[in-house]
């Protein structure tokens, strides 16, 4: 019997929000990477891009500023998302993907904050 696997959605990642109209942006994504649905992205101060929201750096993309809702391969150009930008929202925890570089429960649970502080609340069930 073959299996099917279907990749996340964004169903799997956005759990509630209030107003899709309000919650929601349409932003440029920096380029160099495939960022997978429910990517935590941070927000270059300089370009006003989107990227991976890291752990260090002095960029402004060490602060989680958005979830990306639907993947984008951003490999070779910059390209255009629609990302979560502020609540009221519920988000799935373990639907959220992070840079390699928040690698440990502290630095998650800083860019959870993070996303708090924008009404975008994780959670382990909705």
């Known amino acids: 019997m073959t ?15 209030v107003n899709p109209n309000f919650t929601r942006e349409t932003i440029t994504l920096l380029a160099g990477t495939a960022y997978p649905v429910g990517a935590v992205l941070g927000k270059i101060t300089a370009s006003g891009k ?21 993947a984008v391969d951003a490999t070779e150009a910059d390209a ?29 649970a800083t860019k959870h904050g993070q996303l708090t502080a924008l009404g975008i609340i994780p959670r382990d069930s909705a």
């Open 80 to 108: 255009t998302a629609i990302i979560l930008a502020r609540g009221p929202a519920i988000v799935s925890k373990a639907a959220l993907v992070f840079d390699a570089t928040v690698d440990d429960v502290a630095k998650i």
């Open 3 to 17: 299996v099917l696997t279907q990749p996340p959605t964004m169903g799997d990642v956005l759990k509630y929000e």
């Open 50 to 70: 989107y990227k991976f929201a890291t752990s260090g750096g002095s960029d402004g993309a060490q602060t989680a500023a958005a979830v990306l809702l639907y």
